[in-house]
C-alpha cells in the first residue's frame, strides 16, 4: 500500500519561498508509471491542481502557478518537492502530495495534507 | 483550460435517499472524469474513475455516469458515512476539479 507524506514548514512570510517535500513509502518513484503530484485546497474550497513530474524529472504544471513553480524529484530518497516562489497571502492552503497514473489519469493515493499559511 | 461545474452546491438530504450530482466539463472530455469524497479535515478519497469504473473497495451503492461534457454521480442508498462533499475532476488535459458538493443531513 503506498503512502505519502508531506513535510515542512507551516508558516511562510510574505514574498518568500514555499517548500514542501513529500516522502513515498511502499513504492518507488524510479519504478515508473506514475506521476508525482500537488494538489492544494484553500481554506473551506475547492481543490486546485499544481503540478506533477515523472521520476525521469519531466514535468507539467498548472498554467496559472507555472511562472512560479517548481516541482523536483529525489529518487535516491523516494521524495519529490514543491516549490512555490513570491508568495502571497492567497497562496495559504493545505496542500496534498498525490500519486498520479502515467498518462490520461487520476490522483488514487494522497497524503494527508499539510496547512501551510503565509503571513507576516 | 478546462471548467468543472457542479450542480447543486449543496443539498440536504435523508439516510436512505437516492442523490445524483451533476458535474458538467466546458469542452468535451471523453470519460476522463473521476469523482472524490472529502470528509472534514481528510484528504480526497477516489471513488469513480473513467466516469463509471468504481475504485476498489469503494460501495456499489456508489456509481457514475456521462461521457463527454455530462456526468453524473450517484449515491442508490444514502448512508450516514456518506454525508461529506464531492468533487469531479477532468484528467482529458492536465486535471481541474468542479468547486465541490456538500451533501448535508436534513
Known amino acids: 500500500q503506498v503512502q505519502l507524506q508531506e513535510s515542512g514548514p507551516g508558516l511562510v512570510k510574505p514574498s518568500q519561498t514555499l517548500s514542501l517535500t513529500c516522502t513515498v513509502s511502499?513504492?518507488?518513484?524510479?519504478?515508473?508509471?506514475?506521476?508525482w503530484s500537488w494538489i492544494r485546497q484553500h481554506p473551506g474550497k475547492g481543490l486546485e491542481w499544481i503540478g506533477y513530474i515523472y521520476y525521469s524529472g519531466s514535468t507539467y504544471y498548472n498554467p496559472s502557478l507555472k511562472s512560479r513553480v517548481t516541482i523536483s524529484v529525489d529518487t535516491s530518497k523516494n521524495q519529490f518537492s514543491l516549490k512555490l516562489s513570491s508568495v502571497t497571502a492567497a497562496d495559504t492552503a493545505v496542500y496534498y502530495c498525490?500519486?498520479?497514473?502515467?498518462?490520461?489519469?487520476?490522483?488514487?493515493?494522497w497524503g494527508q495534507g499539510t496547512l501551510v499559511t503565509v503571513s507576516s | 483550460a478546462i471548467r468543472m461545474t457542479q450542480s447543486p452546491s449543496s443539498f440536504s438530504a435523508s439516510t436512505g435517499d437516492r442523490v445524483t450530482i451533476t458535474c458538467r466539463a466546458s469542452?468535451?472530455?471523453?470519460?476522463?472524469l473521476a469523482w472524490y469524497q472529502q470528509k472534514p479535515g481528510k484528504a480526497p478519497k477516489l471513488l469513480i474513475y473513467a466516469a463509471s469504473t468504481l475504485q476498489s473497495g469503494v460501495p456499489s451503492r456508489f456509481s457514475g455516469s456521462g461521457s463527454g461534457t455530462d456526468f453524473t454521480l450517484t449515491i442508490s442508498c444514502l448512508q450516514s458515512e456518506d454525508f461529506a462533499t464531492y468533487y469531479c475532476?477532468?484528467?482529458?488535459?492536465?486535471?481541474?476539479f468542479g468547486q465541490g458538493t456538500k451533501v448535508e443531513i436534513k
Open positions: 511502499g513504492g518507488s518513484i524510479s519504478s515508473g508509471g506514475y506521476y
Open positions: 498525490a500519486r498520479t497514473g502515467a498518462g490520461y489519469s487520476y490522483p488514487d493515493y
Open positions: 475532476q477532468q484528467y482529458y488535459s492536465h486535471q481541474t
Open positions: 469542452q468535451g472530455i471523453s470519460s476522463y
